[in-house]
């Protein structure tokens, strides 16, 4: 039987699905006649008017696919299962964007839209190239838009996933009584966007990831047209500023990911050797490379095969890197992966397809590729470059390879699981490739082209050489560094901060027009200073100082390594050159504040110098998260977030005359009960009882036990509860001290013995209300995040330098 | 022989020398009983909280212990000490990776990821979360 749904907008889903296919069949339509455009000249004339409008097409139909899926999440459709996946009506309208690109579709359609984007404006600029470049854009834009076209043939043939699906249609909700319902609708309310993911970063982070991505795309399409048009050296002029572009966008993309991670999750850094992270920093480190191996063909004109097999390979790792993160293959191997959508063999196909298509094109054409045969000389610029380009091979190929795992696995059907201690593998590696790529940027400049005279070389290094040696003994003795590979390390960084410094002031005469390579070096430099810097040198402060006995449980094993400092609430305790103090909590929406101050003491008197706020995100998808709170300082950053802590807080604050028995003891005349804010002394009892206070009546026994609590200041309170016998049963009158939130009951007495068995009631905030945390410092953290600025900065000048000539 | 044929070779020899580190820094997934046959030896063990059973964590006597039983893929059961503090929501996790090793009698994990279920969507596995801890004994 067919329902009648009430208040569907059926036909917002089906214009965005009608943008869909068009954008799908208009994408191909420009394929093909780009295809035939590019044969020669007379053809391109007869195709150009054919060619341009398929793409003009596409271009309107992935803004109106965007558009339509924005307008959707915008008015709250929650009958769209993209809609109600990931927002609701309780969200700030500024996080659309980050609930836009939160799923899988979503963020396949901000990929389209900046290949969108980069193909109008190749469109444009690309004049002779137009035709050949173009056909590979569309090419793979009909490939990309086919991962949302959402086809589905019987389960059988799936292709795509569209973000234009009805929930009623979704396989995960067909049949469910609640959509028998023909008004489903009103009470309906979508599952809302992770609270993860709001956050500013979330917000830019993945729009500059995939402006990265789609400007690889770029180099790429001149690659194959210069293969395909025979064209072997003259690409790279117009690739060149968008390969530079390329590393520019991509950096800080990836940058951004790990700003994002140091401040929103708990990894104890910005950068783990998450799967995912290594997945976009691989084609990074090609993107270099490859940029650099252009600028050795464009003076030189030799690594032209080098220079193919980067660029096209920067590409292909992109496309690898989106099979490894969506097709939930990463599995339990990574903490941010997206899960399969089913995709996995569309994409692998993908992937297959223009890495045929490029090895095709390459064997075909490898014998007219000219070939240099002269070989370079030991001391000229291009041969250190290319050695410069190997150590970026090697380095991006041993992050994919420890990545793959899980590839290995399912090809091979080994059973490998990664690393045990991933960073200390990745940096078995990654350190010594830095220290030789450090020492290559820092001398390669000083060469010349062709052939330089040696002596010109070390004449032009001396004074980096030795500013940099005195500046690592001061930094390694300020900063106690022993290991020799960190020492190392600590000289070729600054080295190559020192070296492009003074090759910029001497010989290029301090002149800001040609600075660019220079300051985008120096900024490199930052960044791997910062890096070392800081992940060298972490410092963790939460020792536990709480006084409580930990040594006890020294038979369980030696955990000399504790991290995790335990703070009562109002206990000052000592913490590196701190005093810290858990003040309370505060919740507010689904974040719980705990906060810490810090205080710092002289002459016996604390003044607080800042309080930090690290908080509990009661995250409804992945459980409780602790996000961390930081302190920034021009030299260090203290870093702290809860590892343990009580996240309910209404419960207490509704309930607060609620006691908890905390403790039940047999005490004689003087003995002492502990409690979490005060000591009691047990003094004796007292039979007189004020009967008509306790309403005692004939009959009755009752006697008080005397008690005196003493708080921490010193202060001393009386109180007695009483304990009654009648009728040969035990009526116990509590005695309260409301201030110190104890209450104590008599539960026995003893009168042979003269003692009392006395129950001690606390309120829970006394005894229960603490946190663990976990604390930490990053040393000079700042000279990284400043480094990715400098480096911005060094390629938008040399973008702009190579745009002008 | 040519400048290129010994970037060559040395190129070759590093690309080796990394899959060699790679297949030798990597462990296997295995199970409780390899691990207990090799005491020491670091393993990833997938399984299961066994939630009938007590977990201890107190953080007022030591904030970086956590004890809890888990029982392997095979079914085998184990106690298993964690140097940190309790994952949060850890009674909901519906799968368990363990990165540690055997010794003194019980698993010493130093690493543990886990799996909650969401709360939304009961069939759906949730997303995976991290915890570390600095190893025992390192």
Redesign the interface.
């Known amino acids: 039987m067919e329902i009648n749904y009430i208040g569907e907008h059926l036909w917002a889903g089906q214009f965005g699905q009608l943008c869909t296919v068009l954008a799908f069949v208009s994408a191909m339509v420009a394929a093909i006649s780009y295809a035939f455009a590019a044969k020669n000249d007379a053809a391109f004339s007869d195709w150009k008017l054919l060619s341009r409008s398929a793409f003009s097409l596409h271009i309107v139909s992935v803004f109106g696919i965007i558009i339509t899926l924005l307008y959707m999440l915008y008015n709250g459709m929650f009958e769209y299962h993209y809609v109600w996946q990931h927002s609701n009506s309780e969200m700030p309208m500024r996080y659309i964007l980050s609930s836009f690109w939160e799923g899988q579709e979503g963020s396949f359609l901000l990929w389209l839209f900046w290949h969108a984007v980069l193909g109008a404006i190749l469109l444009l600029t690309a004049k002779k190239w137009e035709a050949p470049v173009m056909a590979v854009f569309a090419l793979v834009q009909m490939f990309l838009v086919s991962m949302v076209l959402g086809i589905n043939i019987n389960d059988i043939i799936r292709i795509g996933s569209s973000p234009f699906l009805l929930l009623r249609d979704h396989p995960e909700f067909t049949g469910l009584p609640f959509l028998q319902n023909a008004t489903y609708l009103d009470r309906l309310d979508g599952r809302g966007l992770n609270p993860l993911l709001q956050n500013y970063w979330m917000t830019i982070h993945p729009p500059t990831l995939f402006l990265g991505f789609a400007s690889t795309l770029v180099p790429f399409a001149f690659a194959i047209a210069g293969l395909w048009q025979r064209k072997y050296t003259e690409w790279m002029k117009p690739a060149l500023p968008w390969t530079f572009f390329g590393v520019m966008i991509l950096g800080t993309g990836i940058l951004m990911g790990g700003a994002w991670a140091y401040e929103a999750l708990s990894f104890g850094g910005f950068w783990a050797w998450d799967p995912v992270e290594n997945s976009s920093l691989v084609p990074w480190i090609t993107l270099v490379g490859a940029a650099h191996v252009m600028i050795i063909q464009k003076n030189r004109g030799q690594s032209l095969i080098m220079t193919f097999v980067l660029t096209v390979s920067t590409f292909i790792l992109i496309l690898y890197s989106t099979f490894l993160t969506r097709s939930g293959i990463l599995g339990d191997t990574s903490v941010h992966a997206f899960t399969d959508l089913g995709m996995s063999g569309q994409l692998l196909v993908y992937l297959l397809a223009f890495l045929c298509l490029a090895i095709i094109l390459l064997i075909v054409r490898w014998k007219e590729i000219p070939k240099s045969k002269d070989e370079d000389s030991l001391y000229s610029r291009e041969f250190w470059m290319f050695i410069g380009a190997l150590v970026l091979v090697i380095s991006s190929f041993q992050i994919m390879f420890t990545t793959s795992i899980p590839v290995w696995n399912k090809l091979f059907g080994t059973n490998l699981a990664p690393p045990l201690d991933p960073i200390a593998h990745y940096n078995s590696f990654q350190l010594p490739l830095a220290i030789i790529l450090a020492i290559l940027i820092a001398v390669t400049q000083y060469f010349k082209y062709k052939k330089t005279d040696p002596q010109q070389i070390s004449k032009g290094l001396t004074v980096p050489f030795i500013v940099s040696l005195i500046g690592t003994a001061a930094i390694g003795y300020l900063m106690h560094y022993s290991n020799v590979m960190y020492i190392l390390m600590l000289f070729t960084t600054l080295f190559l901060i020192a070296a492009n410094f003074n090759y910029w002031l001497s010989v290029l005469k301090g002149k800001v027009k040609v600075a660019g390579a220079s300051v985008a070096h120096i900024g490199f430099g930052m960044i791997l200073l910062g890096a070392f810097l800081s992940t060298s040198k972490t410092q963790v402060i939460s020792m536990n100082t709480s006084g409580t006995d930990v040594e006890s449980l020294g038979s369980e094993g030696d955990f000399s390594n504790r991290d995790n400092i335990l703070m009562m609430k109002g206990d000052t305790l000592r913490m590196a050159e701190y005093f810290v103090t858990y003040v309370g909590k505060k919740k507010e929406g689904v974040n719980v504040f705990y906060q810490v101050d810090y205080l710092t003491r002289t002459e016996g008197r604390y003044t607080l110098e800042f309080s930090l706020y690290p908080r509990v995100q009661t995250n409804p998808r992945m459980g409780n998260i602790a996000e961390p709170d930081t302190k920034h300082f021009l030299h260090e950053d203290i870093y702290s977030f809860v590892t343990y802590a009580e996240v309910e807080t209404e419960d207490t604050k509704e309930k607060p005359e609620e006691y908890k028995n905390t403790s039940t003891k047999q005490v004689a005349p003087g003995d002492t009960l502990f409690a979490g804010t005060a000591i009691v002394i047990f003094n004796g009892f007292d039979r007189n009882v004020n009967a008509e206070e306790f309403g005692i009546q004939e009959g009755d026994i009752a006697v008080a036990a005397s008690l005196t609590a003493i708080d921490i200041s010193g202060k001393t309170y009386d109180v007695r509860p009483i304990y009654v016998i009648r009728d040969r049963m035990a009526l116990p009158v509590p005695g309260e001290l409301e201030e110190l939130g104890l209450r104590f009951v008599v539960n026995k007495v003893i009168p042979e013995q003269g003692q009392a068995e006395i129950a001690v009631y606390e309120k829970p905030d006394n005894y229960r209300e603490f946190i663990v945390m976990k604390a930490m410092i990053f040393p000079w953290i700042n000279i990284l995040w400043a480094g990715c600025v400098v480096m911005i900065i060094g390629t938008v000048m040399a973008i702009r330098r190579r745009l002008k000539s | 022989m040519?400048?290129?044929h010994i970037?060559a070779i040395i190129?070759i020899a590093?690309?080796i020398g990394?899959?060699m580190?790679?297949?030798s820094?990597?462990?296997?997934?295995s199970n409780f009983s390899e691990a207990m046959e090799n005491p020491g030896k670091?393993?990833?063990v997938?399984g299961q909280l066994n939630k009938e059973a007590e977990m201890v964590?107190d953080?007022?006597?030591?904030?970086?212990?956590f004890a809890f039983r888990m029982i392997d893929n095979n079914g085998e059961e184990q106690m298993v000490?964690f140097?940190?503090?309790?994952p949060?929501?850890f009674e909901?996790s519906e799968q368990i990776?363990l990165?540690g090793k055997y010794?003194?009698d019980?698993f010493?994990a130093?690493?543990i990821?886990m799996k909650?279920p969401?709360?939304?969507?009961d069939?759906?596995?949730?997303?995976?979360?991290?915890f570390?801890?600095?190893?025992?004994?390192?």
């Not at chain 2, 820094?25 to 997934?29: F, G, P």
């Not at chain 2, 953080?59 to 212990?65: D, G, T």
Request: hydrophobic share 25%; aromatic share 6%; charged share 20%.
């Open positions: 040519k400048k290129t970037l190129v590093i690309a990394a899959i580190t790679t297949v820094d990597s462990s296997t997934y670091e393993y990833h997938v964590y953080p007022e006597v030591n904030a970086n212990l000490h140097a940190g503090s309790k949060q929501d909901r990776v990165v010794e003194n019980t010493q130093s690493k990821l909650c969401s709360k939304y969507n069939g759906q596995p949730g997303e995976m979360q991290e570390t801890a600095e190893s025992a004994t390192s």
